[in-house]
Structure formats: structure tokens, C-alpha cells
């Protein structure tokens, strides 16, 4: 079965920081490409990054580059979205997707002092 | 950036009655390798979304087949032939054709 299990999140103050985690498991996580996907209370779906599966491309949305690093270890089958100054407009829900095939329950990054 | 559309907002829908969502892209899906990356992702209240369909009409593992897709180049449609209740929920449409991947909207289908 497959399944991504998301940590990380919480209450941060604005300018703070936050790491997040994936664990994927049921699937052969080092060849999937794995994306980062938040979604604002009541708010759509808007992509925030993505690590290519083949070879060590990233990609990010312009709201978060600068500010944001994605990374994963193979080994580990984990990925990781590094937070850095982060500010209200990044709360929000980000779930952990593998392809657009699997989604992670979400968790929840609050940014409010 | 692809801006992607959807039409209509919110649907009310009847119990075994068809629904039908469209997409339109600001410009052709069609990555460079030949296929068109537009996929269809279905969100239950309180759940994460989940794919239905992927590269148009290509229904993913335990997908019911009353969901089907179609489309090409930027005009693209998501067809429930007999809505159940479990359908309710927010439907998206999504490229990943090109980065930034982007999503439609959502449509609200509610009976």
C-alpha cells in the first residue's frame, strides 16, 4: 500500500522557519518525481516546488523561490521542503505528492505572530 | 504561466443524472515529447485530493469507470455518467506540462 506520511508542520512567527518531511512507503519513492502542493484554508490548489525523479532538477513556484528548498534522500525514502521566511500568505495545508499518482494527508503550517 | 479554466464553478447535480466539468488551458498542453500531461484530480470534504484521470483520459488504478475524460490541445472535459453520492466533493483540472504545474479553480459538484 502505498502511503506519505507528512511532519513538520505547526504555528511559526512571521520571518520564521520550518522543515518539512515526507516518508513514502508501498512504492520506489527514488524514481518518482515529488512535488510539494499546498492549499490555503477554503482556498485551491497552487504547486509549490518539485524534485525530478531522474537526475537532480527543482523547480519552484515564483511565490517561494529564494525562500523555500526542496531535497530528498533516496535512502531514507523521505523529501523534504526547507521553510525559510515564511509569512502569512504561506499557511496553508501541504500535502506530499508523489507524480500527481499519490497525495499525503496534508499537514498544517500556520505563519501568524 | 498556463492559466487553466473551469467551467462551471459549482454544479448541482442529481442522484444516477450525467455532470459534466470543462477545462480550458491558456495555451496547448502538448509537451514537446508528443503528450498532453492534463490530468483531473477529485477532493472529498476534508480529504486530501486524489487523481482520476491522467494525460486526458487515462482513468487511474480503482478509479470507478463512470469517470471518463476528454479533450485535446486546450479544450478538455471531466464526464461522471451517473453521479453518486460519493461523488460530491471539488473537482480540479491540472497541467504538468510545463512548470509552474497549475491548477483550474475547482468545481464544486454538490447534489
Known amino acids: 500500500e502505498v502511503q506519505l506520511v507528512e511532519s513538520g508542520g505547526g504555528l511559526v512567527q512571521p520571518g520564521g522557519s520550518l522543515r518539512l518531511s515526507c516518508a513514502a512507503s508501498?512504492?520506489?519513492?527514488?524514481?518518482?518525481?515529488m512535488s510539494w502542493v499546498r492549499q490555503a484554508p477554503g482556498k485551491g490548489l497552487e504547486w509549490v516546488s518539485t524534485?525530478?525523479?531522474?537526475?537532480?532538477?527543482?523547480y519552484y513556484a515564483d511565490s517561494v523561490k529564494g525562500r523555500f528548498a526542496i531535497s530528498r534522500d533516496n535512502s531514507k525514502n523521505t523529501l523534504y521542503l526547507q521553510m525559510n521566511s515564511l509569512r502569512a500568505e504561506d499557511t496553508a495545508v501541504y500535502y506530499c505528492?508523489?507524480?500527481?499518482?499519490?497525495w499525503g494527508q496534508g499537514t498544517l503550517v500556520t505563519v501568524s505572530s | 504561466d498556463i492559466v487553466m479554466t473551469q467551467t462551471p464553478l459549482s454544479s448541482p447535480v442529481t442522484l444516477g443524472q450525467p455532470a459534466s466539468i470543462s477545462c480550458r488551458s491558456s495555451?496547448?498542453?502538448?509537451?514537446?515529447?508528443?503528450?498532453?500531461?492534463l490530468n483531473w484530480l477529485q477532493q472529498r470534504p476534508g480529504q486530501p485530493p486524489r487523481l482520476l484521470i491522467y494525460?486526458?483520459?487515462n482513468r487511474f488504478s480503482g478509479v470507478p469507470d463512470r469517470f471518463s475524460g476528454s479533450g485535446a490541445g486546450t479544450d478538455f472535459t471531466l464526464k461522471i455518467s451517473r453521479v453518486e453520492a460519493e461523488d460530491v466533493g471539488i473537482y480540479y483540472c491540472?497541467?504538468?506540462?510545463?512548470?509552474?504545474?497549475?491548477f483550474g479553480q475547482g468545481t464544486k459538484v454538490e447534489i
Open positions: 505528492v508523489g507524480s500527481l499518482d499519490y
Open positions: 508501498g512504492f520506489t519513492f527514488s524514481s518518482y518525481t
Open positions: 524534485f525530478s525523479g531522474s537526475g537532480d532538477s527543482t
Open positions: 495555451q496547448s498542453l502538448v509537451h514537446s515529447d508528443g503528450i498532453t500531461y
Open positions: 494525460k486526458i483520459s
Open positions: 491540472t497541467q504538468a506540462t510545463q512548470f509552474p504545474w497549475t
